[in-house]
């Protein structure tokens, strides 16, 4: 069984930056793709930026050109850094990783809360 374990949520004032992190219990070489998704109160949850084995990635356009989806394969780690973040961006921040088309992994979520 995968396990993914998010980090570095917390409370930012509006413009600023936070890195989220992902890492995973094995090698996330073996994923056909992973991303972060984010739910806010009484939202559906939704795909905020994805990363293919490929190295290939797409972002919801609310975050396109503020939020940079990467990955260290020697560490086995996804990152999510988020810069001139807005209190819109407020929401549980999860990651996901795709072993194929039917076998997923979610983490436990990490909290981001952008306010002044």
């Known amino acids: 069984q995968v396990q993914l374990v998010e980090s570095g949520g917390g409370l930012v004032q509006p413009g600023g930056s936070l890195r989220l992190s992902c890492a995973a219990s094995g090698s996330i070489v073996s994923f056909n793709a992973m991303g972060w998704y984010r739910q806010a109160p009484g939202k559906q949850r939704e795909l905020v930026a994805r990363?293919?084995?490929?190295?290939?990635?797409n972002y919801v356009d609310s975050v396109k050109g503020r939020f940079t989806i990467s990955r260290d394969t020697a560490k086995n780690t996804v990152y999510l850094q988020m810069n001139s973040l807005k209190p819109e961006d407020t929401a549980v921040y999860f990651c996901k990783a795709e072993k194929n088309k039917f076998t997923h992994y979610w983490g436990q979520g990490t909290q981001v809360t952008v306010s002044s």
């Open positions: 990363i293919t084995s490929g190295g290939s990635t």
